[in-house]
């Protein structure tokens, strides 16, 4: 069964530092992708970084850049120079390709920056 | 820019009303989903929609039904209501085919049964 993982409910982190939050996934597909999204307190989903399980490099979009081990079976995603705005629930999810699919999410990590 | 919609933000209702969500995309996209969201559950997938008048049930689809009469509208129905039901409901769509097409959330309705 196809599963993601996220082992860190809360993670803290002083600003300009970098801060890196888990995210492991399971499948037996080939095909799939990888995307973290970022809840703000105020509800919204934001879209913040996608991986395909065929990329050779590394998926980077600004301070975000997701650590993808293919064998390992993990995505994690990196935040560079985090910012107070960051503070946040983040969401690792996985979708496969398939017409239709939904993703599938992990539980999410509430990240906090402090000044 | 994509844009979904959802008809409330917060809704309160009682045991047994029946309870209609709204959702609207302006995207033309093919797939649209309803997703619940829990403190320390994550999202969990409740049905989603391929096209119109198709659905496919989610990991939890117990006590709602679905209507896609529209490609643009996905509606979230609570047949009757119930306490356990009380939580952050939210939509999303998506094109269909490729798995590196990310999803568009809506902002969520905050539902409250009394």
């Known amino acids: 069964a196809q599963k993601i993982t996220q082992t860190q409910p809360g993670m803290f982190v002083q600003e300009k530092e970098a801060v890196t939050l888990d995210c492991t996934y399971d499948t037996s597909d080939p095909s799939y992708g990888l995307f973290w999204y970022k809840q703000p307190s105020s509800g919204e989903m934001i879209f913040l970084i996608y991986?395909?399980?065929?990329?050779?490099q590394n998926a980077t979009e600004g301070r975000y850049s997701l650590n993808f081990q293919k064998a390992r079976k993990s995505a994690n995603l990196v935040i560079s120079a985090s910012q107070l705005g960051d503070s946040a629930m983040y969401f690792c999810a996985m979708s496969l390709n398939q017409a239709g699919t939904a993703l599938i999410f992990g539980k999410g990590t509430t990240l906090s920056v402090s000044s | 820019d994509v844009k979904v919609t959802q008809s409330s933000r917060y809704l309160v209702k009682r045991t047994g009303e029946k309870v209609f969500l709204e959702c609207v995309q302006d995207?033309?996209?093919?797939?649209m989903f309803w997703y619940r969201q829990d403190p320390g559950l994550g999202l969990r997938l409740i049905y989603f929609s391929y096209d119109v008048k198709m659905k496919e049930k989610g990991d939890i689809p117990e006590g709602y039904s679905v209507s896609r009469e529209k490609k643009e509208r996905f509606s979230l129905i609570l047949e009757s209501a119930s306490t356990n039901q009380t939580s952050m409901y939210l939509c999303?769509?998506?094109?269909?085919?490729?798995?590196?097409?990310?999803?568009?959330f809506g902002p969520g309705t905050r539902l409250t049964v009394t």
């Open positions: 999303a769509s998506s094109y269909t085919g490729e798995a590196s097409y990310e999803q568009y």
């Open positions: 991986q395909g399980s065929y990329d050779q």
């Open positions: 995207m033309d996209h093919e797939n």
